[in-house]
Each structure stands twice: as structure tokens, then as C-alpha cells.
């Protein structure tokens, strides 16, 4: 069995790919927050998990969501839709949850937590049009 991506494809999960690098960096200041030379509230250091987690778990989510966007029919803004929101998602979370929790001393978050619900919208809106264009394909 062969697996043909379009261009489009391609082009987004190769970036996709690459940005694993930004997510490593991040496993790799996480260990740094667990040893303690990142000085962090309990609620930094659960918003900085939430956000790596998020990162690393919609990432591989998006690269699965391509291949079987190019299994579908969609064209157009749906098309684009359906092989990016989920990609958009993982942005979005992940900078809402370290935005939102990133002044000195925070105990909760500030109204950057507004980008963590943009990204939800991006992650419903990209399974959705993936979703019933997988259900109404071929």
C-alpha cells in the first residue's frame, strides 16, 4: 500500500514535523521546572504542563488528520480547514496556556486564556470538516 499526499500535505506536515523541535525544547524546560531552577507557582507549573501535553498530543493528532484529509473529497476553505485546524489548535492551546500564565508569581490565568478557547474553536472546527468529509467521501 502506497500513501500519496497532496502538496498541500506535504508542506504542512513537514513543518509539522519540524516543529517537534520547539515541543523537545519544551521537555526540555519542563525538566527543568521539575528540578526547580525555574521558579514557578503550582499553577504555572500545571498551565506549563497543559500546554507542553497539548503541544506534543495535537501535533501527532494533525499529522494523523492529514493523511486521512487526503482520503476526503474537500476542496476549498473546507479542504484547508480540515488539514489545518488541528494544526492551529496545537498553536493556539499551547500559547494560551503559557501566555496566560506567564507574570511573575501567577496563581491564575489573565485573558490570554482567550487564545486556549480560540484553539478548542480551531480543534472542533478542523474535526468537524475532517470528519463528515471522511463520512461523505468517494
Same mark, same amino acid.
Given at each position: !500500500?502506497?500513501?500519496?499526499?497532496?502538496?498541500?500535505?506535504? =508542506?504542512?506536515?513537514?513543518? !509539522?514535523?519540524?516543529?517537534?523541535?520547539?515541543?523537545?525544547?519544551? &521537555?526540555?524546560?519542563?525538566?527543568?521546572?521539575? =528540578?526547580?531552577?525555574?521558579? !514557578?507557582?503550582?499553577?504555572?507549573?500545571?498551565?506549563?504542563?497543559? &500546554?507542553? /501535553?497539548? $503541544? &506534543?498530543? *495535537?501535533?501527532?493528532?494533525?499529522?494523523? /488528520? %492529514?493523511? *486521512?484529509?487526503?482520503?476526503?473529497?474537500?476542496? /476549498?476553505?473546507? /479542504?484547508? %480547514? @480540515?488539514?489545518?485546524?488541528?494544526?492551529? $489548535? @496545537?498553536?493556539? !492551546?499551547?500559547? +494560551?496556556?503559557?501566555?496566560?500564565?506567564?507574570?511573575?508569581?501567577?496563581?491564575?490565568?489573565?485573558?490570554?486564556? *482567550?487564545?486556549?478557547?480560540?484553539?478548542?474553536?480551531? *480543534?472542533?472546527?478542523?474535526?468537524?470538516?475532517? +470528519?463528515? +468529509?471522511?463520512?461523505? $467521501? +468517494?
Amino acid at each position: !500500500m502506497t500513501i500519496e499526499l497532496s502538496e498541500a500535505g506535504r =508542506y504542512i506536515g513537514g513543518v !509539522m514535523l519540524l516543529s517537534i523541535v520547539t515541543i523537545e525544547f519544551g &521537555g526540555w524546560f519542563m525538566t527543568r521546572i521539575s =528540578y526547580g531552577a525555574v521558579p !514557578m507557582t503550582a499553577f504555572q507549573k500545571s498551565f506549563a504542563r497543559a &500546554g507542553h /501535553g497539548h $503541544a &506534543g498530543m *495535537l501535533v501527532t493528532l494533525g499529522l494523523v /488528520g %492529514l493523511l *486521512l484529509a487526503d482520503a476526503t473529497d474537500l476542496t /476549498g476553505f473546507v /479542504g484547508w %480547514l @480540515a488539514r489545518l485546524g488541528i494544526p492551529l $489548535a @496545537a498553536i493556539l !492551546m499551547s500559547a +494560551g496556556f503559557f501566555a496566560s500564565s506567564a507574570r511573575p508569581g501567577a496563581v491564575r490565568p489573565n485573558q490570554l486564556i *482567550l487564545i486556549v478557547w480560540l484553539g478548542a474553536l480551531s *480543534l472542533a472546527a478542523g474535526a468537524i470538516s475532517l +470528519g463528515i +468529509g471522511l463520512l461523505t $467521501a +468517494g
